[in-house]
C-alpha cells in the first residue's frame, strides 16, 4: 500500500514558500494563551490514567466534568502511586533540580512494582514492549494512489504544520532564544521521509516530549541526540526492563511537565501592565480548551490581527515638556497630574 510520507512532504514545499513567516502573525499573548491551554490540554489527558479511570470523553471541559462524576470510581491504589510518583517529581525538582528526575522516579517505581507485586493489587503496568527495529522498506506508491493519498497527506500536513510552528515559537518565547520557522518545517519533512522508510506513522511537533525535555532542563538539539540513542538502546537491548513501571508513574511525569508549562505568573504581570493583551491571551487558551489546538491557533491569529489593528488605531503617544526638579522630558499628562 502507498505510505501518506511520500506526499505528506508538502511542508518540504512550504518550507522552501517561506509558508513559516505564519509565526510572525502570533503576538506574545497568544503565544502565551496557547502554551497555557496546551498545558491544561496535556494534563487532562493523562487524567484517566493516573486515576486508574477509563475515560470516555476527549474534549477537555467533558473530559474533566466526566472525571468528576465518576470520582468515587477511582482506583484508590492507582491515585497513591500516581500521587506519590507527582510528589516525587516536585520534590527532586525543588531540592536537586540538576537531577534526572525522570530516570530516578522509574527505577524506584519499577523495583517497587517488581517487590511489592502492585499488579495483583490492580495497578496497570506498561507490560511488555516491542523489541528491535521496523525493517527498511522503500515506500511503494502508484499512479492510482496519488487520487487517495494526496488529499490525506495534505490534510495532515495542514494540522501539523502549523501547530508545530507554534509550538516551537512558544518554547523559543518561554525560554528566551531565536528560532526559523521555515527550517522548523524543513526538520518536519525531512523527519517525515526518514520515519516513511521505516514504515512510521506521520510525525508532527510532540507537545508532550517538547514538555517533559523542557521539564528536565533541556536547552539543546543535543538533548534530543541523547533520547534517540537512548530510544535505540532500549528497543534493541532494554525494552522488556520497563515492563513493571506503572502507566500511572508515566501519566504523573507528563502531568508533572504540563503544570510546569503553565505560566500563571507571567499572565499576572501581563494584566497588570495591559488588559487587553491579557484578556487576549484569556481568549486564546478558552479557545484552544474548547474548540481544540488547531482551531484554536486560528483564534489565536485573528485575535493577534485584530490586537495589531487596535494598536494601529490608537496608537500610544505623548507630549513631551521639561519639569522642574526632574531631568530629561517628561509626558504633559504626567506633570500636570503631579503639579507640575
Known amino acids: 500500500e502507498g505510505n501518506p510520507h511520500a506526499v505528506i512532504e508538502g511542508m518540504l514545499i512550504a518550507a522552501k514558500a517561506k509558508l513559516g513567516a505564519i509565526a510572525d502573525l502570533l503576538s506574545k499573548p497568544v503565544l502565551l494563551g496557547f502554551m497555557n491551554g496546551a498545558a491544561l490540554i496535556l494534563i487532562a489527558s493523562q487524567l484517566g490514567k493516573w486515576t486508574g479511570l477509563s475515560l470516555q470523553e476527549t474534549a477537555f471541559f467533558p473530559r474533566m466534568a466526566e472525571l468528576i462524576q465518576r470520582?468515587?470510581?477511582?482506583?484508590?491504589?492507582?491515585?497513591?502511586?500516581?500521587?506519590?510518583?507527582?510528589?516525587?517529581?516536585?520534590?527532586?525538582?525543588?531540592?536537586?533540580?540538576?537531577?534526572?528526575?525522570?530516570?530516578?522516579?522509574?527505577?524506584?517505581?519499577?523495583?517497587?512494582?517488581?517487590?511489592?507485586?502492585?499488579?495483583?493489587?490492580?495497578?496497570?503496568?506498561l507490560g511488555q514492549l516491542p523489541q528491535g527495529l521496523p525493517a527498511l522498506t522503500w515506500p511503494s506508491?502508484?499512479?492510482?494512489?496519488?487520487?487517495?493519498?494526496?488529499?490525506?497527506?495534505?490534510g495532515i500536513a495542514l494540522l501539523a504544520m502549523p501547530e508545530g510552528i507554534l509550538l516551537s515559537?512558544?518554547?523559543?518565547?518561554?525560554?528566551?532564544?531565536?528560532?526559523?520557522?521555515?527550517?522548523?518545517?524543513?526538520?518536519?519533512?525531512?523527519?517525515?521521509?526518514?520515519?516513511?522508510?521505516?514504515?512510521?506513522?506521520?510525525?508532527?511537533?510532540?507537545?508532550?516530549?517538547?514538555?517533559?525535555?523542557?521539564?528536565?532542563?533541556?536547552?539543546?538539539?543535543?538533548?534530543?541526540?541523547?533520547?534517540?540513542?537512548?530510544?535505540?538502546?532500549?528497543?534493541?537491548?532494554?525494552?522488556?526492563?520497563?515492563?513493571?513501571?506503572?502507566?500511572?508513574?508515566?501519566?504523573a511525569l507528563l502531568i508533572f511537565a504540563g503544570l510546569n508549562l503553565i505560566e500563571v505568573r507571567t499572565w499576572l504581570d501581563m494584566f497588570r501592565l495591559d488588559r487587553t493583551a491579557a484578556m487576549f491571551s484569556l481568549i486564546t487558551t478558552a479557545g484552544v480548551l474548547i474548540v481544540g489546538v488547531l482551531p484554536g491557533i486560528i483564534v489565536g491569529i485573528l485575535l493577534s490581527l485584530a490586537y495589531l489593528i487596535q494598536f494601529m488605531a490608537r496608537p500610544f503617544?505623548?507630549?513631551?515638556?521639561?519639569?522642574?526638579?526632574?531631568?530629561?522630558f517628561h509626558d504633559v499628562a504626567e506633570a500636570h497630574l503631579s503639579g507640575e
Open 169 to 251: 515559537r512558544a518554547f523559543a518565547q518561554k525560554n528566551h532564544y531565536e528560532i526559523n520557522p521555515n527550517r522548523e518545517l524543513m526538520a518536519l519533512g525531512l523527519a517525515n521521509v526518514a520515519a516513511s522508510f521505516w514504515q512510521g506513522f506521520a510525525l508532527g511537533a510532540s507537545q508532550s516530549r517538547t514538555a517533559i525535555n523542557d521539564a528536565a532542563g533541556g536547552k539543546s538539539v543535543l538533548s534530543g541526540l541523547v533520547a534517540a540513542l537512548l530510544l535505540l538502546l532500549f528497543l534493541l537491548f532494554l525494552s522488556d526492563s520497563l515492563r513493571y513501571l506503572p502507566v500511572t508513574t508515566l501519566s
Open 71 to 125: 470520582a468515587d470510581q477511582m482506583h484508590s491504589t492507582t491515585v497513591i502511586v500516581g500521587v506519590l510518583s507527582l510528589l516525587f517529581l516536585a520534590l527532586i525538582r525543588q531540592l536537586q533540580p540538576r537531577w534526572p528526575a525522570a530516570l530516578v522516579l522509574f527505577g524506584l517505581a519499577i523495583g517497587g512494582a517488581y517487590a511489592l507485586d502492585i499488579a495483583r493489587h490492580g495497578v496497570s503496568l
Open 141 to 154: 506508491l502508484s499512479f492510482e494512489h496519488l487520487t487517495t493519498l494526496i488529499p490525506a497527506a495534505a
Open 317 to 328: 503617544d505623548a507630549v513631551l515638556c521639561s519639569a522642574e526638579g526632574r531631568k530629561g
